[in-house]
T-cell receptor
Framework: KNEVEQSPQNLTAQEGEFITINCSYSVGISALHWLQQHPGGGIVSLFMLSSGKKKHGRLIATINIQEKHSSLHITASHPRDSAVYICAAGGSQGNLIFGKGTKLSVKP | DGGITQSPKYLFRKEGQNVTLSCEQNLNHDAMYWYRQDPGQGLRLIYYSQIVNDFQKGDIAEGYSVSREKKESFPLTVTSAQKNPTAFYLC???????????FGQGTRLTVV
């Protein structure tokens, strides 16, 4: 069993839809990261959170430490949101344990 | 602008040759990391360094070597001992475990 599990693996949505990507982890963490990877491969850090909820524009990330679960929400999705979204558990050495990613495709 | 630079973006090498991937950061970060990404798999940690002149093996260090002679630089050498070197390699850095990580744009290595 992977230490960081994401669901779904693939997600197709219509523009404007509300999107949720889930992440469960089985390891102790210093923080939980949400990352975005575009087709070229470069990765951008979206959120780092250790409790509660964070919001940036149309993106919202939540975490439940007791349940070891985090969600990434995208409101009013747009085709430019199409990317792979990756959940990663932050270890004590600063290294990250990555989920396999969720490939999101938003259709116009 | 501060950031992490990986070069080159695409690299082709013949089987049996060693190849070195560059990673440079001007963020004054102490910690640097190398990850490998294969299709359908999450990124996996190869090596990391928390301070100059010190580095630690990650989960898949076999067939790789690194050095950290300067704070800004953390080159990764893919040696001929690495059985499946073709992959996407990503470098990252962070100030400490309480802050977010910054990522380079990656190097896609193809060994033929």
């Amino acid at each position: 069993k992977n230490e960081v599990e994401q669901s779904p693996q693939n997600l197709t949505a219509q523009e404007g839809e509300f999107i949720t990507i889930n992440c469960s982890y089985s390891v102790g963490i210093s923080a939980l990261h949400w990352l975005q990877q575009h087709p070229g491969g470069g990765i951008v850090s979206l959120f780092m959170l250790s409790s509660g909820k964070k919001k940036h524009g149309r993106l919202i990330a939540t975490i439940n430490i007791q349940e070891k679960h985090s969600s990434l929400h995208i409101t009013a999705s747009h085709p430019r949101d199409s990317a792979v979204y990756i959940c990663a558990a932050g270890g004590s050495q600063g290294n990250l344990i990555f989920g396999k990613g969720t490939k999101l495709s938003v259709k116009p | 602008d501060g950031g992490i630079t990986q070069s080159p973006k695409y690299l082709f090498r013949k089987e049996g040759q060693n190849v070195t991937l560059s990673c440079e950061q001007n963020l004054n970060h102490d910690a640097m990391y190398w990850y490998r990404q294969d299709p359908g798999q999450g990124l996996r940690l190869i090596y990391y360094s928390q301070i100059v002149n010190d580095f630690q093996k990650g989960d898949i260090a076999e067939g790789y070597s690194v050095s950290r002679e300067k704070k800004e630089s953390f080159p990764l050498t893919v040696t001929s001992a690495q059985k499946n070197p073709t992959a996407f390699y990503l470098c990252a850095s962070s100030m400490d475990t309480q802050r977010g990580a910054f990522f380079g744009q990656g190097t896609r290595l193809t060994v033929v």
